[in-house]
């Protein structure tokens, strides 16, 4: 796979979350999943762009640890402490989908949390868009950009 298809299908791939996540609202439990999924694809966007292997960061940070996955990221990749922001969701990832070892279900979390994770990540994905130059209506989104992000970008991450 190329890495602009990957980076574009990553992209296109937290979009449409991010936008079921709004769908469904802070207040249903599943947001809160969508959302860390969604996040995880923002992530694996960045890891594309810095040309970190599947393989590379699967060794260190295993599947589904946004903070695992963020610690692989480079000092410069100036994103970087925008997705560690997104590290609680992380519990929402497995454990949220299945009862606790004690057969309880988890509690999903505050709405205002949660809506307060929707609007970032709204946020986020837009930065996304614009820098990997991501069309996300198109069904083979690809990346017209694939340079990591650094600190020349500085004023596209605060939106």
């Known amino acids: 796979m190329s890495k602009a298809r ?7 791939l937290a979009f449409l979350g991010v936008n079921s996540a709004r769908k469904l609202g802070p ?4 947001t809160a999943m969508l959302l860390f999924f969604a996040v995880e694809n923002l992530v694996m ?3 594309a762009s810095e040309d970190i292997s599947r ?3 699967r060794a260190t940070a295993g599947n589904h640890q946004i903070d695992r996955m963020t610690a692989v990221l ?11 922001e997104f590290s609680p ?7 949220f989908r299945y009862p606790t070892a004690s057969g309880k279900v ?8 949660t809506r307060k994770w929707i609007e970032q990540a ?21 990346a017209g950009s694939t340079s990591p992000f650094r600190s020349k970008d500085r004023g596209k991450i605060d939106p």
């Not at 990957?6 to 296109?12: D, L, Q, T």
């Not at 207040?27 to 599943?30: F, H, I, M, S, V």
């Open 55 to 57: 393989k590379e960061w």
């Open 6 to 12: 990957a980076i574009g299908s990553h992209v296109k």
């Open 122 to 142: 709204t946020e986020l994905v837009t930065v996304f868009v614009r820098h990997f130059q991501v069309d996300v209506t198109n069904d083979d989104a690809v």
């Open 27 to 30: 207040e249903d439990r599943q």
């Open 89 to 95: 969701l992380t519990v929402y990832s497995t454990g």
């Open 45 to 47: 966007a960045t890891l």
């Open 106 to 113: 988890m509690k999903a979390p505050d709405e205002d949390v």
């Open 74 to 84: 480079p000092s410069d990749c100036v994103i970087k402490s925008n997705l560690e």
